[in-house]
């Protein structure tokens, strides 16, 4: 059986993983919620809001992305996607290898469509994430 909203999802979700890996800006920010931000709570807290973020992906070369477990959860315009991806990338020539646990929340935006609103990334296996160069 089909469901259009988890397949809308898959779409957006494999849209927005594909635009990451090219580093292609303009096509990441049609995914991202304007309050979109990465939080991080292992090895220690760390929030980047989506401008930071965004400003990122010039130095963030992803060579690897396997998604090995992916499980989906809606509630009207609200929607989990919790998973395990084992990456190996580069950010700003640092190592950022391994798998990571992250969960997207998706919201359904006023035009219809879904935006990540936040990403909870869990590196079990890499340590503190990069920051582009002068940032805290």
Not at 16 to 34: K, M, S
């Amino acid at each position: 059986m089909n469901d259009p909203v988890l397949d809308a999802l898959h779409a957006r979700d494999a849209g927005w993983t594909q635009a990451l890996t090219r580093r292609d800006v303009a096509a990441v920010a049609d995914f991202l919620h304007p309050d979109y931000a990465l939080m991080l709570v292992h090895p220690k807290l760390s929030v980047m809001p989506r401008a930071e973020w965004l400003g990122t992906l010039h130095g963030y070369v992803v060579s690897h992305w396997d998604e090995q477990e992916s499980s989906w959860a809606v509630a009207g315009g609200v929607a989990s996607h919790l998973h395990r991806v084992d990456m190996r990338a580069e950010v700003f020539g640092v190592p950022r290898n391994g798998l990571f646990v992250l969960t997207d929340t998706w919201l359904r935006c006023e035009d219809g469509a879904w935006r990540v609103w936040k990403r909870h990334s869990t590196p079990l296996s890499a340590g503190d994430v990069p920051r582009a160069p002068g940032k805290a």
